[in-house]
T-cell receptor
Framework: DSGVTQTPKHLITATGQRVTLRCSPRSGDLSVYWYQQSLDQGLQFLIQYYNGEERAKGNILERFSAQQFPDLHSELNLSSLELGDSALYFC????FGPGELFFGEGSRLTVL | AQSVTQPDIHITVSEGASLELRCNYSYGATPYLFWYVQSPGQGLQLLLKYFSGDTLVQGIKGFEAEFKRSQSSFNLRKPSVHWSDAAEYFCAVGAGGGADGLTFGKGTHLIIQP
């Protein structure tokens, strides 16, 4: 158990819909990262938050947004969903500084 | 921009045999390098990391990796694999400080033959 909790574990929705994925980082970790894993693209870094502030942005679509709340949990919002958004979305956390990322078990999104 | 190449998509190894998974990176400065393992239905778990110092690093589960700057490589090794090592292995490079996320390779799927 990494200590990172992601909900929901599975989500099935239709094109055009909006979903929210939630992540609770390990106790004490200030940084939260979101990654998208798909068969064709592999693991893609989406966005990082540190103590409530956006720290770095990767290959995140404009239809996607995220935030980190004062209690340090984070949410990834995916809107106007397309079939190609079907993927496994991982959240990871770390203490700021050179170190390892602790990954949650992921949220599998299926868009029909 | 940093990048990671794992040239082997699949590798099949007999149980008890040695293992080497290849990783090449591209990064302008001294990289922070990582190997992660992903078991089916699970998140990624860190096996080992290299920041500086000794170029041969030891990790969990009997894995080790060697950083070779001249070859821009960070290959993962294990002297004797177990059936439980069957998983997806990812090499990653980071800019350090945990910032900007890690850039992952496409992964190598390890199959263990009995």
């Amino acid at each position: 158990d990494s200590g990172v909790t992601q909900t929901p574990k599975h989500l099935i929705t239709a094109t055009g819909q909006r979903v929210t994925l939630r992540c609770s980082p390990r106790s004490g970790d200030l940084s939260v990262y979101w990654y998208q894993q798909s068969l064709d693209q592999g693991l893609q870094f989406l966005i990082q938050y540190y103590n409530g502030e956006e720290r770095a942005k990767g290959n995140i679509l404009e239809r996607f947004s995220a935030q980190q709340f004062p209690d340090l949990h984070s949410e990834l919002n995916l809107s106007s969903l397309e079939l190609g958004d079907s993927a496994l979305y991982f959240c990871a956390s770390s203490m700021f500084g050179p170190g390892e990322l602790f990954f949650g078990e992921g949220s599998r999104l299926t868009v029909l | 921009a940093q990048s990671v190449t794992q040239p082997d998509i699949h590798i099949t190894v007999s149980e008890g045999a040695s293992l080497e998974l290849r990783c090449n990176y591209s990064y302008g400065a001294t990289p922070y390098l990582f190997w992660y393992v992903q078991s089916p239905g699970q998140g990624l778990q860190l096996l080992l990391k290299y920041f500086s110092g000794d170029t041969l690093v030891q990790g969990i589960k009997g894995f080790e990796a060697e950083f070779k700057r001249s070859q821009s490589s960070f290959n993962l090794r294990k002297p004797s694999v177990h059936w439980s090592d069957a998983a997806e292995y990812f090499c990653a490079v980071g800019a350090g400080g945990g910032a900007d996320g890690l850039t992952f390779g496409k992964g190598t799927h390890l199959i263990i033959q009995p």
